[in-house]
């Protein structure tokens, strides 16, 4: 609007100025027409500009009674907090004073009991941690919550101090009971199921002569990864199934001694540290083992040929040569050479057993000085500050060592013996060929 007027009082002395050109108008009619018109502009300016002041004005005096307001406001919540404070300052103080005279009672009642109570804190706590582990704690499930407000308790009451010599109590008896209970189990799976377990004490428990541990978290027991060995669990068998007494094994450490068998190796995976060496002591040892095998089924049936005269055997070969050979010479020699054919078809195999017996510690040899390198590249890389870094080689070189002598061992006895029933069958062949000469 106000660009609107300014306009306006521009382009009305032009036209004034137009119309001076166009006709002749006197100077002072002139002058006066543009006083008219300047005045005129200046009062219609000034109308618009008191209007805007006007309402700058009337914002204003509203925002000065707002501010007025929200400060009338502060000051009574000033007002307010102070007198609150004023209050909570005296509540503080009076409070300050009553806490002081219980602390003086407190003291006056505590007196030489006082490490009577902290004896008895001491031991609410001690068993709370050992509860927490242990195989009772699905038979006193509220035990935790009472030890826990024992433990907090500064002055204790005759209750409460009752309360923990009865739970001290239970544990003694139940450390040497032999007891049937149900209870929640979990498998190797994850499964959860519930059924009766056996708790040996305050040491072992056991499900279907299987140890379990305890595991707070879930409520429950749990079945351990790797069982202990074979006449172990035996006995926990033989013990739980018979009525008359039978030993049974627990583990004194409460669960320790079980959980070390969770890092035992088994035979398998001790032979895998052995490494490659190891497998090629197995694979050489497998085969030698094999072969001894079928070498002794093939001298049992030569032999049981031997034995049988309906079969044709050497031993009917000979008395054949013998009868086509015209002198004693000829047929000496028919007969040595039936005997050295048959020894050498009998000693066939042998001598490579012998070889596999020898080789296999040589191997574990091999696999022992290997170990030992890794050892030392272990000791040179790590130190000797960590026993675990050097596990793995000396692991191999034991390993190594007792795969090869396990290999060992029974191949020289499978040759001794394949050797003695070598001789053996030639021994008899010979003899035989001897009887046929002394008939001739």
Known sequence: MIKLYLLISILLPLSLFAQENEEEIPIEEQRNNAIKALLQTVEI??????????????????????????????KNDLRLENERNARLEKEFEENEKVLAELEERLQIKIGVLGELFGVARQFA???????????????????????????????????????LWLEYFNEIVASGEVKEFKSKIINSKGDSFEDNIVRYGLFSASYKSEFIKPINELNGFELL?????????????????????????????????????????????????????????????????????????????????????????????????????????????IIDELISNYSSKLDWGVSWI????????????????????????????????????????????LITTMLGLMVAAPLLGFYTYISDRVNTLVQIVEEKGSYLLSKE
Request: net charge neutral; proline share 2%.
């Open 45 to 74: 300016n000034k109308s618009i500009y008191v209007a805007d002041d006007q309402k700058r004005i009337n914002k204003f005096l509203d925002l000065i009674d707002e501010r007025e307001g929200m400060l009338a406001k502060a």
């Open 125 to 163: 706590g001690e068993l709370l941690s050992s509860s927490e582990s242990a195989y009772t704690f699905t038979e006193f499930p509220e035990r935790g919550d009472k030890l826990k407000e024992i433990g907090k308790i500064q002055v204790h009451s005759i209750e409460e101090l009752e309360v």
């Open 225 to 333: 990864q790797r069982q202990p060995e074979k006449s172990i669990l035996r006995n926990l068998k033989r013990h739980q199934r018979s009525d008359e007494y039978k030993t049974a094994s627990i583990d004194p450490t409460r669960g320790f001694l079980l959980s070390l068998y969770l890092d035992k190796a088994g035979w398998i995976e001790r032979i895998a540290q052995g490494k490659s060496v190891g497998f090629i002591i197995i694979l050489i040892g497998i085969i030698g083992v094999a072969f001894s095998s079928y070498k002794i089924y093939f001298l049992n049936e030569s032999k049981k040929i031997l034995e049988d005269s309906n079969q044709t055997n050497v031993i009917q070969d000979m008395i054949d040569n013998i009868k086509k050979a015209k002198s004693y010479q000829s047929k000496e020699n």
């Open 354 to 397: 012998k070889f596999v017996a020898a080789v296999a510690p040589l191997l574990g040899l091999l696999g022992t000085v290997i170990g030992m390198i890794e050892t030392f590249q272990a000791i040179t890389l790590f130190g000797t500050g960590d026993p675990k870094q050097m596990a793995g080689g000396i692991s191999q070189a």
